[in-house]
């Protein structure tokens, strides 16, 4: 065990965690805390956040102490690691002693507050200091879990738009302080004509932000291409596009749709479902063209045959009444007995 430990005096909780792990994660974990790969830690003396750094990747850890026993996780699942990656942050911990930051809210041990202030020479205002402290609680919220949504962002603009409850990805890597953090939040705001508080811009460089998301972004969208690509590629062959026609028949009491295919000389009553579901089935294929009064009719029809389930308009009913007078062209209605309009 290192010998700044004993220095520190670390008691008998904390033992009992360090001595709790395999004789190999103990060497590992203090490999990686002497090379430095505890890149934030922060907490009390009861729970710590810690975040380790290695050629595996970005490990997250929590400890807690519950009593008088530490408890550990890992975002890992590799037992070895997830042991080694605790270890190194309980170390790392031990190692700073009363230095521990309470929060990962700094930038070389300085509160981003003070640091906005210095950049500006000036005190923020009250609603300044707000919006920072919801960058603040943003940040320490992804530091936590690792994750940063919508949400989130609506918090700091509420233009910005909710399209989805999954994770978003906002950077090539995890932001390794509040700073890169707020200056990848600013990128994404900016790239969407969102404009964030003018203050910020003491602590915001979009230019080398864009510079390292260029190449991040191009290799997506060359990746999207080439799943649309292959999407396209799986889809089952395409039905050859025909011409088809509607029209509207109408008695006193009822009325019924026709269809004429192309190369069909006959119009043919839709009475049957299995007719109607063949259509619909090339409908939905865009394997069908239609003139746009021929396309209104279809499609109240099909309205009105869901609501209802009936294959003809009824009349006597009102929504029937309104789809014969309103939705439809009148060089798509007959009468019978030769009146037309």
Not at 32 to 58: C, D, K, P, S, Y
Not at 220 to 247: C, T
Request: charged share 35%; hydrophobic share 35%; with cysteine.
């Amino acid at each position: 065990m290192a010998s700044n430990m004993t220095a520190l005096n670390p008691d008998r909780a904390t033992l009992n965690f360090l001595n709790s792990f395999p004789e190999a994660a103990r060497k590992r974990g203090e490999h990686l805390q002497e090379e430095g790969a505890v890149t934030q830690i922060f907490g009390n003396h009861l729970f710590i956040q810690g975040r380790v750094e290695n050629n595996g990747g970005v490990h997250r850890t929590t400890l807690r102490l519950q009593g008088n026993r530490w408890f550990g996780s890992c975002s890992t699942e590799d037992e070895e690691t997830s042991g080694a990656v605790m270890f190194a942050a309980m170390l790392e911990r031990l190692h700073r002693g009363e230095d521990l930051p309470e929060s990962p809210n700094e930038f070389d041990d300085t509160p981003i507050v003070d640091l906005i202030e210095e950049k500006l020479d000036r005190e923020l205002d009250d609603k300044e200091a707000d919006f920072v402290f919801r960058v603040e609680k943003r940040y320490r919220r992804y530091v936590i879990e690792g994750e940063i949504h919508d949400h989130d962002m609506v918090r700091l603009n509420p233009r910005w738009e909710i399209a989805s409850y999954e994770p978003l990805e906002l950077w090539p890597v995890p932001p390794g302080d509040i700073l890169e953090f707020w200056n990848y939040l600013g990128y994404a705001f900016d790239k969407k004509n969102l404009r964030y508080p003018e203050f910020m811009d003491a602590v915001t460089d979009l230019e080398n932000v864009q510079r390292r998301m260029r190449d991040w972004e191009q290799e997506r969208e060359v990746a999207a291409w080439y799943d649309r690509i292959e999407s396209v590629n799986e889809r089952p062959p395409q039905e050859i596009p025909h011409k088809i026609e509607f029209r509207l028949i109408s008695t006193i009491n009822e009325a019924r749709v026709e269809a004429r295919e192309e190369y069909e000389e006959e119009w043919v009553s839709l009475r049957e479902k299995g007719e109607i579901e063949r259509i619909l089935k090339l409908f939905d294929a865009s394997a069908l063209r239609m003139d746009a009064a021929s396309q209104i009719l279809w499609e109240h029809f099909l309205r009105y045959s869901e609501k209802t389930g009936e294959l003809y308009l009824d009349l006597e009913d009102e929504k029937a009444v309104l789809l014969h007078e309103s939705s439809l062209s009148p060089k798509r209605v007959k009468r019978l007995h030769g009146e037309s309009r």
